[in-house]
């Protein structure tokens, strides 16, 4: 089926994912992680590479983003989503086809191109918010067919039907009015044409309860600094 904007997100829930919990804080407050600047977000163009760019996005996100280092690019966001084809259970591989790709894949594409130390998971909504105060998260989630638009104030709302998956990334959360910030890998897209978009906490909690995957990247001060381009 067609959809307004390229898609590419599949659901792999790896039983083994239970041994890596995602480290999370001891109680909610409102925070924003700064993510990239408009001129460093990317395009998936129609590619199903949002896994890649949800990565690349998430990883240009402060405190991940070394201060001086380079944004990921698109290649870079590409090539992620290329090796990520080659470490999960399907037989599909991107260049040949593009069909899309899960969180644990692309966060072992990461591992294996040096961008991080290893990745953690987050099981059930409070999870995915308490972590989510310590640090952005890679999303791969069941995406509605509402969705492709948000309202003025930039939500979304997972009604109309499923249309498929999709990656993106959460950068921040406000506590009084219950709602994540989330950056999408759509051009001139979202709020204000910004790639920018809002998820109420119950509408997260349908996501997760869909099958929805929250995944965090770690990296160390000790890993080597992405050169300036």
């Known amino acids: 089926m067609s959809t307004p904007f390229p898609l590419g997100r599949k659901q792999f829930h790896d039983p083994r994912s239970r041994a890596y919990v995602a480290p999370a804080a001891g109680s909610l407050r409102s925070v924003i992680h700064t993510p990239p600047p408009l001129a460093k977000r990317l395009d998936q163009g129609q590619t199903s590479s949002c896994e890649g760019n949800g990565s690349a996005h998430v990883l240009g996100t402060k405190p991940l983003h070394i201060p001086r280092s380079r944004y990921l690019t698109e290649a870079d966001a590409l090539k992620i989503y290329e090796i990520a084809t080659h470490n999960d259970p399907w037989p ?5 086809t593009d069909e899309g790709t899960s969180n644990t894949g692309a966060g072992t594409a990461c591992v294996k191109l040096g961008y991080i130390e290893k990745f953690t998971h987050c099981f059930g909504t409070e999870h995915v918010l308490h972590s989510l105060v310590e640090a952005p998260l890679l999303a791969g989630v069941p995406w509605s067919n509402d969705m492709f ?3 003025a104030e930039g939500f ?3 009604t109309g039907g499923w249309a498929g998956g999709h990656a993106f990334g959460l950068f921040g959360l406000n506590v009084r009015d219950e709602y994540v910030w989330a950056l999408n890998s759509w051009r001139s897209w979202g709020l204000r044409g910004l790639q920018l978009f809002k998820i109420s906490f119950s509408n ?5 309860r869909e099958g929805g995957e929250f995944t965090r990247f770690h990296v160390t001060p000790s890993q080597p600094k992405l050169p300036d381009m």
């Open 204 to 208: 997260l909690d349908i996501l997760v």
């Open 149 to 151: 638009a948000t309202d």
């Open 156 to 158: 979304v709302e997972p």
């Open 92 to 96: 599909e591989w991107y260049p040949d």
